[in-house]
T-cell receptor, first 118, second 112 residues
Framework: EAGVAQSPRYKIIEKRQSVAFWCNPI?????LYWYQQILGQGPKLLIQ????????DSQLPKDRFSAERLKGVDSTLKIQPAKLEDSAVYLC????????????????FGEGSRLTVL | GDSVTQMEGPVTLSEEAFLTINCTYT??????LFWYVQYPGEGLQLLLK?????DKGSNKGFEATYRKETTSFHLEKGSVQVSDSAVYFC???????????FGKGTKLSVKP
């Protein structure tokens, strides 16, 4: 079974530039998450999708971050304009949702996209 | 809000040593608890979980018991190997939406 795919693996940009990350979840997983992991910290949720609807984006800095999940499959996370403090690893994860809408709690993570903002 | 606190690292052990990584949590309700592991160059993966009080999760020789009275979920292994070198994250799932809240992670290095 293919895992969660993310690209690019590494990206270096200047501050105020824009960047986009792509994620393809495990086939059949209805729930998709984007997490931000700053060096030395645990992952922090940015946004959660259920199919193509947003479940939770309370911690997404909406003035510069945006995300979409077209057709309930692939997702793109965009940062525009980037700041120095956005340097982090951006993790995509997916999970299988049972019929009642209660997740199993196990998330499957991609390898992450490491962003460096200079 | 809900939170997870785990012991600061890094932790360096010799092969076959006993491992404990402490994890405590704060949550409303009755969360499920998890340990995730991140091996060098790889993504996070689930190591073990427990969904209710007194449950013991186990996998690959690692164990953790859900202690509601002490709000803890400490990770233990009786004899570590070099291949266990990784970063370990404690996490909780406090609600039906499935979002995980992570601790800061503990880096473990095992020397031969």
């Amino acid at each position: 079974e293919a895992g969660v795919a993310q690209s690019p693996r590494y990206k270096i940009i200047e501050k105020r530039q824009s960047v986009a990350f792509w994620c393809n979840p495990i086939s059949g997983h209805a729930t998709l998450y984007w997490y931000q992991q700053i060096l030395g910290q645990g992952p922090k949720l940015l946004i959660q999708f259920q199919n193509n609807g947003v479940v939770d984006d309370s911690q997404l800095p909406k003035d510069r971050f945006s995300a979409e999940r077209l057709k309930g499959v692939d997702s793109t996370l965009k940062i525009q304009p980037a700041k120095l403090e956005d340097s982090a690893v951006y993790l995509c994860a997916s999970s299988f949702t049972r019929g009642a809408g209660v997740n199993t709690g196990e998330l499957f993570f991609g390898e992450g996209s490491r962003l460096t903002v200079l | 809000g809900d939170s997870v606190t785990q012991m600061e690292g890094p932790v360096t052990l010799s092969e076959e040593a006993f491992l404990t990584i402490n994890c405590t949590y704060t949550a409303t309700g009755y969360p499920s608890l998890f340990w995730y592991v991140q091996y060098p160059g790889e993504g996070l993966q689930l190591l073990l979980k427990a969904t209710k009080a007194d449950d013991k999760g186990s996998n690959k020789g690692f164990e953790a018991t859900y202690r509601k009275e002490t709000t803890s979920f400490h990770l233990e292994k009786g004899s570590v190997q070099v291949s266990d070198s990784a970063v370990y994250f404690c996490a909780l799932n406090g609600g039906s939406q499935g979002n995980l809240i992570f601790g800061k992670g503990t880096k473990l290095s095992v020397k031969p």
